[in-house]
C-alpha cells in the first residue's frame, strides 16, 4: 500500500509540473502577436512538432474569443482544426464557417469551402473534396477574390491528377508556378513545383521533371526543410524509376518513405512503399515486392486512404500468391483488392461524371464567354479604329482642299499685286504725283485733329513725304521716338497724324511701307530676288526674316515664296 501510496505522490507532483510547465508555456506566448504565433504554429507543423503546434493553435483561440476578434477565432479554428481526428477538425471548421458568415468581404466564405474540401481531400473523400472546392470556386468568382480562385483552381488540378487527368493538371501547376508571384507564397510555389513534377513522370515528361527537381533541391538545402528534402527524394527515386535506374530508386524511395513514416505523414508514405515496390519489381526482387506491397496493404487498412495505383499492388500480389498456389493468401488480396476497388470505383466514377460537369464545362463555358467578349472588344476596337482613320482621312482631306484653296487664292493674290505694281509703273509719275497731290488735299480739308495745330499737321504730312520718297523707312532701328525727333515733333503729334491721315498705327504705316518696296523692287530687281531671305529683311530694314515674312503676309494675304514663284512664272511667259 506504502509503495502505492508512494507512486500516487509522484504521479501528483509529475502531472503538477506538466500543468505549471504547461502554464509556463501559455503565459510565454502573451508577448507574441497574431502573425507571430501563426509562424510559430507552422514552424512547429513543419518541424513535426505536433503538441507545441497545438498548444499554440489552442492559445491563439483563446486570446481571439478573449478580445472577441471574429476574423482571428475563424483563424484559431483553422490552426486547431490541423491536427485533429477528421471528426474533430470538421466540427472545428463547421465553426469557423458559422461565425464568419455574417462578415462582409471577400474572405468568406470560399475560404470555409476551401479549408472544408482539403480536410476531405486529405481524408479522402474525393466526392465531398470537389463538392467543397466547386463551391469555394464559385464564391472566390463571384468575390472576384483571384488568390482564392487561384487556389480552387489548384485543389480541383489535385483531384484531376489523382484521376489520371495529370496532362491537365499539369496545365494549371506550371500556370500559378510562373505566373502566381502575386497569388502564392513561398511554400505554395513550393508545392506548385512538387505538383507539377509529379504531373511530368505521370506523362513522362522526365526532363523538364529533372530540371524541376534540381531546382527544388536547393530551395529545400536553403530552407533546411526535411520534409521538402524527402519529397524531392521521393520525386527523384521516382524519376530514377522511370529511368530503370532502380538501385538509387530503391535508396531514395526507402529514405522518403521512413522520413514520411516517422512523421506521420501516412499518405506520402503509402506512395513511396508504392514505387518502392515498383523498383523492387523491376529489379527482380520478387520477395521484397511481395514484402513491400503487404506493408502498403497493412498501412491502407490502417488509414482507410486509398489511390488508383493501388490495385497493381493487389493484382501483384495475388499473381504472386498463386504462384506460390497459397489460396488462402490469394483469397484475401482478392478480397482486398474487391474492397479497394470498390471505393475506387465510386471515388473515380464521381470524379469523373462530376468534374467535366462541374467543372471543366463551366470553365469552358467561361472561357467561352471571354473569347466572345475578348472578339467583341475587338470589333469594338476595329471600329473605333476604322472611325478614327476615316475621322482622321476627312480632315486630311478638307485640310488638304482648304491648303489648296488657299495656295490658289495666294496665288491669285500674288498675281494680282504683280498687275498692280505694273500699272502703276504705266502710269505717267508726273500724272499720278498730281492726282496724289489733289486726293491728299481733299483729305486735308476733311480732316482736323484735335489739339494738334493744323499747321503743324502740315509741317508733319510733308516730313513724312520726304520721308517716303527719300526711302528713310528702309533704315534699321526706326522708332515712332526717332522719327519724331528727326522731323522735329513729337511723339504725341506724329502718332495723332499717322493715326489720322493714314489711319494705320506707326508699326503698321512702317511695315507697309517697306512691304510696298519689296512688291516693287521684288519685280523689278532680279539681283535682289536671287538674294537669301535674310539679306532682302536686312536690306528692308528688318532685323531677321521671320519679321519681314509676317510683315509680308500681314499686308498682302499671301506669302513670299507664292509671290516670288508667281513673279518667275511672269518673267518666264514674257
Known amino acids: 500500500m506504502k509503495h502505492i501510496f508512494l507512486i500516487k505522490i509522484i504521479i501528483i507532483l509529475l502531472f503538477g509540473n506538466l500543468v505549471y510547465a504547461q502554464r509556463s508555456k501559455i503565459d510565454s506566448l502573451h508577448e507574441f502577436e497574431y502573425p507571430e504565433l501563426k509562424n510559430k504554429f507552422y514552424d512547429y507543423c513543419d518541424h513535426n512538432k505536433v503538441p507545441q503546434a497545438k498548444q499554440i493553435a489552442k492559445y491563439y483561440l483563446q486570446k481571439a474569443k478573449k478580445e472577441n476578434n471574429i476574423l482571428e477565432i475563424a483563424e484559431g479554428y483553422n490552426l486547431i482544426h490541423f491536427n485533429e481526428k477528421f471528426p474533430t477538425a470538421l466540427k472545428y471548421i463547421d465553426s469557423l464557417a458559422t461565425i464568419t458568415k455574417d462578415i462582409k468581404g471577400n474572405l468568406y466564405p470560399a475560404r470555409s469551402y476551401l479549408l472544408k474540401g482539403n480536410l476531405y481531400y486529405k481524408h479522402d473523400n474525393l466526392k465531398a473534396a470537389l463538392d467543397n472546392y466547386i463551391l469555394a470556386l464559385k464564391y472566390a468568382k463571384e468575390q472576384n477574390d483571384k488568390k482564392q480562385t487561384a487556389y480552387a483552381n489548384m485543389n480541383i488540378a489535385y483531384i484531376n491528377s489523382y484521376i489520371g487527368k495529370n496532362a491537365e493538371a499539369a496545365k494549371i501547376f506550371r500556370y500559378y508556378l510562373y505566373n502566381g ?258 486726293e491728299e488735299l481733299v483729305q486735308k480739308e476733311q480732316k482736323t485733329i484735335k489739339n494738334v495745330p493744323e499747321e503743324v499737321v502740315q509741317a508733319i504730312l510733308k516730313e513724312l513725304q520726304h520721308f517716303e520718297k527719300k526711302e528713310h523707312f528702309l533704315k534699321k532701328g526706326i522708332t515712332l521716338s526717332s522719327l519724331a525727333q528727326s522731323i522735329n515733333t513729337n511723339t504725341t503729334y506724329l502718332s495723332e497724324v499717322i493715326n489720322s491721315h493714314k489711319e494705320k498705327s506707326f508699326t503698321a504705316y512702317l511695315n507697309d511701307l517697306r512691304v510696298d518696296y519689296a512688291l516693287e523692287r521684288l519685280i523689278e530687281d532680279k539681283r535682289f530676288r536671287s538674294y537669301k531671305l535674310a539679306i532682302i529683311a536686312d536690306e528692308l530694314g528688318y532685323n531677321n526674316a521671320q519679321a519681314f515674312t509676317a510683315a509680308f503676309k500681314k499686308k498682302t494675304h499671301t506669302t513670299l515664296s507664292t509671290y516670288l514663284k508667281e513673279i518667275e512664272n511672269t518673267m518666264t511667259i514674257k
Open 181 to 438: 508571384n502575386n497569388i502564392t507564397d513561398d511554400y505554395q510555389h513550393n508545392q506548385m513545383r512538387i505538383a507539377l513534377i509529379s504531373c511530368y513522370l505521370e506523362i513522362n515528361k522526365l526532363d523538364s521533371a529533372n530540371i524541376l527537381i534540381k531546382e527544388g533541391e536547393k530551395y529545400a538545402l536553403v530552407g533546411k526543410n526535411k520534409y521538402d528534402l524527402n519529397s524531392y527524394s521521393y520525386l527523384s527515386g521516382t524519376y530514377d524509376l522511370k529511368l530503370k535506374k532502380y538501385s538509387t530508386a530503391i535508396i531514395k524511395l526507402s529514405n522518403a518513405y521512413t522520413y514520411f513514416t516517422n512523421s506521420n505523414e501516412n499518405n506520402n508514405a503509402n506512395y513511396s512503399l508504392f514505387n518502392l515496390g515498383k523498383a523492387y519489381q523491376g529489379a527482380k526482387n520478387k520477395e521484397k515486392v511481395a514484402e513491400t506491397y503487404i506493408k502498403l496493404d497493412s498501412n491502407i487498412q490502417k488509414s482507410n486512404i486509398t489511390f488508383p495505383e493501388l490495385r497493381e499492388a493487389y493484382t501483384y500480389l495475388i499473381d504472386y500468391y498463386k504462384e506460390k498456389n497459397d489460396k488462402e493468401k490469394q483469397l484475401y488480396y482478392i478480397d482486398r483488392f474487391l474492397k479497394v476497388d470498390k471505393k475506387l470505383d465510386e471515388q473515380l466514377q464521381y470524379a469523373f461524371t462530376e468534374l467535366p460537369k462541374k467543372y471543366d464545362t463551366p470553365k469552358l463555358l467561361e472561357e467561352k464567354e471571354d473569347i466572345i467578349n475578348d472578339l467583341k472588344k475587338r470589333k469594338t476596337i476595329l471600329y473605333v479604329a476604322i472611325s478614327a482613320l476615316l475621322l482622321i482621312l476627312l480632315l486630311l482631306t478638307y485640310l488638304y482642299y482648304k491648303s489648296r484653296r488657299a495656295e490658289r487664292k495666294h496665288h491669285k493674290i500674288a498675281q494680282d499685286l504683280i498687275h498692280s505694281v505694273e500699272k502703276r509703273h504705266k502710269i505717267d509719275p508726273e500724272t499720278e504725283v498730281t492726282e496724289a497731290l489733289i
